[in-house]
């Protein structure tokens, strides 16, 4: 036995005589690395487990897709190839239906951290299906965050609903039902499918944040930005994780887990989808000459009339993916939205305060034997 082996074994032998034997799940990301999640969100919320744990709890993240795309995170976190992952709902709808149905309507207006919260509140404590949808996963939906509103980032200006129509729209969720709407054919590809084609002028459009004009490299391409907010969706799950670990963890290192969950909701949303969203739109403007486009009166009065006509589809799709009652569960999470607003005046871009706040009213009334 060499010297450096008998070191970490005695080691170990330490840590398994105190009860604290670190852990190390993988955390497979697959966005780039230069994503605000792999360099901000993600780091801090495995230090903060790794300290509440003392060090018995201690991620590894391996970012760019290495491990998994984004349509086989899910399956990835499930069969225990890796612990956790960023799971998009509508990659995999079969799935989990009502996740899909939550994350395909498009909430009028733009307050992500209103809309985030409000998912998170409606997954976890108004809609038993969706846990029942993860255990069958094996998986845990914790750190579900919201985009910033979309906006329509198009290769060629794109002001009235003429414009639109015809167009090659990358669109998921409501937003693909948006663009159907305005005459245009959406296209649901990933996020990093979405440059390439692009790049070959297989799509003339996106429906995207305008975070991703620097992240994702579609300034270079989709230099004209319509000024005009398209709405949030959430939740996008930022740490779905393996359910066979958490069940494995302490009370303490579950705590820790959910307390991380809070956290990511909050840092990513606010730190990403409304700091950031600004700060590299500016940026796209000054490196790559992304300019603004002034809407016409008929596409604004589309985007505002999309909700109450999304209705019905809505409540088909939920039908479609055997949703029990989709009707209930759409009202809920657009009640929950609703008590949500005020919060976005009170706390601005707190982080911390919105953790706290999403501890309290969320994961404090959550019983973790249940999930």
């Keep these: 036995m060499t010297m450096k082996t008998l070191t970490l074994t005695t080691a170990a032998l330490g840590l398994m005589a105190s009860g604290a034997l670190a852990q190390t799940p993988i955390y497979g990301s697959w966005p780039p690395a230069s994503d605000y999640l792999n360099t901000d969100t993600l780091p801090e919320a495995f230090a903060m487990m790794s300290e509440a744990t ?5 991620w590894e993240l391996i970012a760019g897709g290495q491990l998994a795309d984004g349509r086989g995170t899910l399956a990835a976190v499930t069969d225990d190839l890796m612990q956790g992952g960023l799971q998009i709902p509508v990659y995999t709808p079969e799935a989990m239906p009502s996740l899909t149905l939550l994350y395909s309507i498009v909430v009028p207006g733009d307050d992500p951290m209103a809309v985030a919260a409000a998912a998170a509140e409606t997954v976890f404590l108004h809609c038993p299906s969706c846990l029942a949808e ?7 939906l914790f750190g579900g965050f919201a985009s910033a509103s979309y ?18 729209i990358r669109a998921t969720g ?4 948006m663009a159907t709407m305005g005459g245009a054919t959406p296209m649901s590809v990933t996020l990093t499918e979405a440059v390439g ?3 070959r002028g297989g799509l003339d459009c996106l429906m995207a944040t305008r975070e991703w004009l620097q992240t994702y490299g579609y300034g270079e391409y989709a230099k004209y930005v319509t000024d005009l907010p398209l709405g949030n969706a959430a939740p996008a799950v930022g740490f779905l994780m393996n359910r066979d670990l958490f069940a494995g963890l302490s009370a303490e290192e ?11 909701t909050a840092k990513h949303t606010i730190g990403n989808y409304v700091l950031r969203d600004q700060e590299s739109f500016e ?6 000459g992304v300019e603004l486009v002034e809407p016409a009166d008929d596409l604004r009065a589309m985007v505002e009339g999309f909700a109450e006509h999304d209705r019905a589809r809505l409540i088909g799709v939920g039908q479609t993916l055997g949703v029990e009652d989709p009707e209930a569960l759409i009202d809920a999470y657009l009640a929950a939205v609703d008590r ?6 009170e706390l601005g871009t707190d982080v911390d305060a919105w953790t706290q706040r999403i501890w309290d009213v969320v994961f404090a009334n959550v019983d973790p034997s249940t999930l």
């Design 54 to 58: 003392g060090g018995a709890l201690q």
């Design 174 to 177: 409501g937003y693909g039902e």
């Design 254 to 264: 579950q705590a820790a887990v959910m307390r991380a969950s809070a956290f990511i």
């Design 134 to 140: 993860a255990r069958e996963n094996n998986a845990l």
């Design 197 to 199: 084609l692009l790049q």
């Design 340 to 345: 949500w607003r005020p919060v976005t005046a």
């Design 151 to 168: 906006r329509l980032m198009c290769t060629q200006p794109t002001a009235s609903l003429a414009d639109m129509s015809g167009r090659r």
């Design 283 to 288: 940026n796209q403007q000054e490196v790559n």
